[in-house]
């Protein structure tokens, strides 16, 4: 639900300076590293994926990098400590005859 508002804000402060700058085609990305302490409920060694539980009750799953190691050590019910990023993309332009 935090992601969701943090993303939801992400978005309207990327279309509002956006159309404050004026511009005919203005592409704005935004991002933030998020920091949880979850519960693991699953592991998927084979696809590197991570399943957590928040906090709140909030069940997120995650590809992991192949930077971390000792994954194979990780098990449901482990606390973690899980830092990711949160981003956003935007383009705003006048749309194509196609679009």
């Not at 994954?71 to 949160?86: F, H, P, S």
């Amino acid at each position: 639900m935090k992601a969701k508002r943090i993303l939801n804000m992400m978005m309207v402060v990327t279309l509002t300076i956006g159309l404050m700058a004026g511009v005919a085609s203005a592409v704005r990305e935004i991002w933030q590293v998020v920091s949880v302490t979850a519960e693991v409920q699953k592991v998927d060694l084979e696809k590197r994926e991570l399943t957590i539980k928040d906090q709140q009750g909030n069940v997120s799953s995650f590809t992991v990098d192949k930077q971390v190691e000792r994954l194979n050590e990780v098990k449901a019910g482990d606390k973690i400590k899980v830092d990711y990023y949160v981003s956003l993309a935007s383009e705003i332009r006048e749309p194509t005859a196609e679009e």
